[in-house]
């Protein structure tokens, strides 16, 4: 087969092209518009469709097809009337260490906006999966993440109330709650997480700032700490644009 010498590793094989041959027009703009932006730095805005429509000869439908993938895999994103190279995605560990610790090791600033913070009887669902018993007091915790003062996700958290009893009084909703956990002596032992793709719900799109049609990473956790007791059950959407996850694997 012919692949280029120069084939970055995990790039799509032979740069994504059919075994017949055929390239999709759209696809042959997304990947010169690819090289561009490898090019130019971020935020700097890119041709517009105008432009690149007569650079490379085809129509501007094609153009929006290109620049819409683009987007959707977050190398450009949305600007005013333009749009702009976007910066390199965070990644994200699947680990027990909190959003906060994620994105500061990576040289971003975490923070969060609280949504709604609100108490109510355990349903039965929610008490199947955790293990909390159903009618007792259990907070919602809800709250908008940042990095860098960007909007990155959504997280909602479910905690019994006996736990964390002055959650509403003492607990700053910016800040990380693992780390509000461990000053009450409350460790984490071990969790059960899942990942799905999904879209966002129109309010939840709204929250997070994007199209409801941007592909979204959702990630289910249920938590326990040390001594295998339930402690939280969280629900956090990320962008499928701006996030990425990692975990190391042993043998």
Avoid at 2 to 31: C, F, L, M, T
Avoid at 122 to 133: H, V
Avoid at 163 to 183: G, I, K, N, Q
């Amino acid at each position: 087969m012919d692949y280029p010498n120069d084939q970055a590793p995990g790039a799509p094989v032979r740069s994504g092209i059919p075994e017949h041959g055929r390239v999709p027009k759209y696809y042959a703009v997304k990947a010169h518009i690819a090289r561009l932006v490898d090019e130019l730095g971020e935020g700097t805005p890119i041709p517009t469709e105008r432009d690149l429509s007569e650079r490379f000869e085809v129509a501007r439908e094609t153009v929006r097809q290109a620049l819409r993938e683009l987007v959707l895999e977050g190398k450009l994103r949305r600007q005013g009337r333009g749009t702009v190279v976007a910066g390199p995605k965070l990644a994200q560990p699947l680990s027990l260490a909190s959003y906060t610790e994620g994105v500061r090791r990576q040289g971003r600033t975490p923070g969060r906006s609280l949504v709604t913070l609100d108490r109510f009887p355990c349903p039965d669902a929610l008490a199947a999966e955790t293990g909390l018993t159903r009618g007792e007091p259990v907070w919602h915790l809800e709250r908008v993440l940042l990095a860098d003062d960007e909007r990155v996700g959504l997280e909602s958290t479910y905690v019994a109330e006996a736990r964390v009893p002055d959650l509403d009084t003492a607990f700053d909703p910016d800040s990380s709650f693992y780390a509000h956990l461990a000053e009450r002596g409350i460790g984490f032992g071990d969790a059960d997480e899942r990942i799905e793709t999904v879209l966002a719900t129109p309010r939840e799109a709204l929250l997070i700032g994007t199209p409801p049609a941007l592909p979204m990473l959702l990630i289910h956790r249920v938590s326990r700490d040390t001594e295998g007791r339930p402690l939280e059950r969280v629900r956090t959407l990320y962008r499928g644009d701006r996030f990425s996850f990692t975990t190391h694997l042993r043998g």
